[in-house]
């Protein structure tokens, strides 16, 4: 049986650069309104923040889980409706 | 999800090497590759420099003794013993799973073997219908072995690597994926990587680079 977790959770690291922006686009676009994913980087991803309050104004809160430093993991929720 | 190293990134590595490019990488853990190990000491010991693995995998070819042997130390040093074909019958007390590959064939034997034996499946991700491999495994699915991670980011065989980690967040993956080096690639670009300072690789100064290059 698959081992599941409560947590949606988007290790971006084995993710090639240029993938991984669209990755990370693409998997909040894919949440529901009020879900959340944990996004596990090994830099703090502030430019990416900046680029989601300009991309998806309003809708997105961040909140850092964990600030290195080695490992940056950052709570990604879409707002609610 | 638990990103593992695969020992096969660092060919004749030893277990302290294999434990810092781990620490290097913030890697959870090993998938260490059973003919690596060599060892005369007891099965009580013989995972004990390898500390942090979580699966061994052991060569095709492998008679029953062979599998009861690395079974008795799997189960000692607590980790799960990944298969390169089926056997007829699996051993109790430690898990596992059977590796196959992106082919949809394949992966359907996997699964219906799994089932039958209250096994687990491992996903080796080679080039194929990764859609259609993963609807149809994802009950099973306890590890994956993925290429084309790491100093491969450039290479074509990192490709798609993304939307497969998005799915397996979608999911809810909570089992492991090692990070394995293509066919062919040079193990010396692994070994610099691993030991090296630098980071993984920042999708901003990607995104900038493509504007730059596009411009």
Known sequence: MAQTDTERVLDVRPIPPREKHPTIFATFDALKPGEHFVLVNDHDPVPLKYQFDFERPGKVTWEYLERGPQLWRVKISKAGA | ?215
């Open chain 2, 1 to 215: 999800m638990r990103l593992l190293l695969s020992s096969e990134t660092l060919p004749g590595a030893s277990p302290e090497e294999l434990r810092q490019a781990c620490r290097q990488r913030a890697l959870a853990g090993l998938e260490v590759q059973a003919s690596q190990i060599y060892t005369t000491m007891s099965s009580d010991a013989v995972l004990e420099p390898y500390a942090g693995i979580a699966w061994l995998r052991l060569p095709e070819t492998i008679t029953t003794r062979e599998l009861a042997l690395w079974a008795d130390v799997a189960a000692r040093g607590g980790v799960g013993l990944l298969l390169s074909k089926a056997v007829d019958s699996i051993p109790e007390g430690v898990p596992v799973a059977l590796i196959h590959r992106t082919d949809l064939d394949e992966a359907r034997e996997a699964v219906t073997w799994a089932k039958r034996h209250g096994a687990g499946t491992c996903w080796e991700v080679t080039p194929g219908d990764r859609d259609r491999v993963f609807d149809e495994t994802f009950g099973t699915l306890v590890h994956v072995r993925l290429p084309g991670s790491g100093p491969e980011a450039d290479e074509p065989t990192s490709a798609g690597t993304g939307a497969l980690i998005a799915r397996l967040a979608m999911a809810r993956y909570a089992g492991t994926v090692s990070l394995i080096p293509s066919a062919g690639v040079d193990p010396a670009l692994w070994r610099r990587w691993l030991l090296e300072q630098r980071g993984w690789g920042c999708g901003t100064a990607a995104e900038k680079a493509a504007r730059r290059s596009a411009a």
